[in-house]
Every structure is written in C-alpha cells, then in structure tokens.
C-alpha cells in the first residue's frame, strides 16, 4: 500500500479518510493540522505540516491529500500546497468508489471526489478541486483549478467554472452558463445567468450581493 499523509484534521478531513479507508489502497501515516484533534477515524495526528519536512526526507516518494475544507474562496488551499512544493510531494486524485465517472473525463491531480458523485463525459476536473458529497457534474462542463463545488450541487452541461470559485451546497447552475474566477455562489441559489465578475451571488435566480 502506498503511504499517504492527510492533510488537515478537521470535518473535511473525516469525509476524505473514510474515503480513503474505502480505496483500501493507501497507508494512512497519519494527519497534520495547527492543533492536535485526536485520533481521527483512526489515524493519528503527526504535528504541524513542518513535520512533513522530516517525514518526506526519509522517504523517496510520499503521497499527501489536501483535506483542508473550504467555505470561501480556494486560494488557501492553494497557497498551502504551493509552500509544501519544495517536499516533492506528489497529490494523487482521491475519487470515491462510490462516484461514478463517466467516459472521457479529465481530473486533475490533488482533485477529491466525494461519494455519490456523477461527473459526466466530456467534463474537465482542475487541478485541487473538491467535487463534494452528492454533486452532480453534467457532460462537457469544465471545472478549473481549485474551485470547490460543495454538496449536492448540480451543474449542467456545458458550465464553466472559474478558478478559486465556490458553488454552495445545494446551488444548481443551468447549461452552458459561465462563472468567473473567484466567484461564491450561495447556497442553494439558481444561476440562470453567466456570472461575468468576481463576488458574491445568492438567490434564485442568483444576484450579486458584493
Ligand atoms: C453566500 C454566503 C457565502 C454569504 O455569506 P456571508 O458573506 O456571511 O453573508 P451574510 O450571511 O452576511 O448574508 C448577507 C445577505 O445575503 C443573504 N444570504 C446569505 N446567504 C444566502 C443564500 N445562500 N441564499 C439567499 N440569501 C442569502 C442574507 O440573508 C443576507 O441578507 P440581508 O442583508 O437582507 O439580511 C453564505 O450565506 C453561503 O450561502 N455559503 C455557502 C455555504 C456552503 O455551501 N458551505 C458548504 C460547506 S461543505
């Protein structure tokens, strides 16, 4: 089994070591996070992300999930594996074996799928997105990197998703919409409309509140 470090010890967290637990094809080291939470669904807590250093110099090759949440904007989580980059970590997609994906989709690496998601063919995953619990990402749709789609989502076909954006639990984007780079759409809003500027967007159908 291929030896895997999680990072990040929150909610998050748990849903991506279930995950993993299900894959049955890594070894969990462990997980690093600012505090100690614990032992979380088994696996022990390793200290900060420094710790990191330490453990990727013992090694040749170490495997690490980003499992740090995001309700916002996806520039943490970018920025965190932009510091751990001189590790030569390397960032495997975790997709759940209770996703489905379909022919001709492209995912990226440090991508995670959660459970009961449907990506569809034709689709594009970037780099160190989250697709959560339940979403469901039709044909042709193209996700860029970091963005986090949360659960139960559902996205037409034909979408595009800009970079850092965030589409609220239970929001539905109809086909062949576009959204910008850093764009939150909130939960459960409708877009009906291209989303052309960086902001914040609620309702049905979504507005612009900033
Ligand atoms: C859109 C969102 C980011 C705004 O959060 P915020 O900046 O803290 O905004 P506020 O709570 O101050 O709300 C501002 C206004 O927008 C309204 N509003 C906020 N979220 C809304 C939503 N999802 N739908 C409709 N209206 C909403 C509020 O009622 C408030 O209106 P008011 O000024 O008339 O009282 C947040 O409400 C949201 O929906 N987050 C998504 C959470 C999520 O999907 N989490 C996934 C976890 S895995």
Known sequence: MDPIVVIGGGGHAKVV???LHKLGKYQILGYTDLR???VLLGADYLGSDQELTSMAAERTSLNAVLAIGQVGLGKARQELQTRLQSLSLSFPSIVSPNAVVNEEVRIGAAVTVMDGVVINSGASIGHGAIVNTNSTVEHDVRIDDWVHIAPGV??????????????GVGATVIEGKQIA????????????????EPGVYVGSPARRIR
Not at 155 to 166: A, D, K, L, P, Y
């Open 17 to 19: 070591l279930s995950i």
């Open 36 to 38: 100690d939470n614990g």
């Open 181 to 196: 780079s850093e764009c939150i759409v909130g939960a459960g809003a409708t877009v009906v409309h291209d989303l052309k």
């Open 154 to 167: 559902t996205i037409s076909g034909g979408v595009t998703i800009g970079r850092f954006s965030m589409i």
